[in-house]
Nanobody, 120 residues
């Protein structure tokens, strides 16, 4: 099972980007998923999370600007980022907090990062 993040790039302040995290392999369902980010010289931080029941939570710094969503048919989780700010610049990682695979549950699976750079 692998998680593949994509959609990062360069955006201007006030712009938008949409990140995708697609699961491949023996996936049955993405249950609890999250997006994290890590800026240079800083610790990795939680940006947004979504539960199997559809509950969502966000870091205070992104509330009202970012939206996490999922497409169960595509085994993909998205992070829509609007009104981007230079301080959103970071490497963004998706995390499978809890997944269901053909072999049982899997926890704590990280995807590779995708760089988001916001210019002022």
């Amino acid at each position: 099972v692998q998680l593949q993040a994509s959609g990062g790039g360069l955006a201007q302040a006030g712009g938008s980007l949409r990140l995708s995290c697609a699961a491949s392999g023996s996936i049955v369902s993405l249950d609890d998923m999250a997006w994290y980010r890590q800026a240079p010289g800083k610790q990795r931080e939680l940006v947004a999370a979504i539960t199997t029941g559809g509950g969502r939570n966000y870091a205070d710094s992104v509330k009202g600007r970012f939206t996490i969503s999922r497409d169960n048919a595509r085994n993909t989780v998205y992070l829509q980022m609007n009104s981007l700010k230079p301080e959103d610049t970071a490497v963004y990682y998706c995390k499978g907090v809890r997944l269901t695979t053909s072999f049982g549950s899997e926890h704590g699976l990280w995807g590779q990062g995708t760089q988001v750079t916001v210019s002022s």
